[in-house]
């Protein structure tokens, strides 16, 4: 599960740094819930190129 992870940001790195030609602007989304069991946190990081999108969230 770890390489899995790992392999999938080197990936989003590269497509971002444009080592594979034009740059990809990533995107960032947070959030903070509040709910009966207390206040918990997420967000999501991802990329979009075309039709293809691929994102890490926790």
Avoid at 11 to 19: E, I
Avoid at 45 to 52: A, C, E, N, Y
Wanted: with cysteine; aromatic share 6%; net charge neutral.
């Amino acid at each position: 599960m770890r390489k899995t992870v790992f392999a999938l940001f080197a990936l989003a790195v590269l497509a971002a740094c444009g080592v594979d030609g034009e740059p990809v602007q990533p995107t960032l989304n947070a959030g903070i819930g509040v709910g009966d069991s207390g206040v918990h946190a997420g967000g999501a990081v991802g990329l979009h190129k075309g039709p293809i999108s691929v994102f890490l969230g926790f």
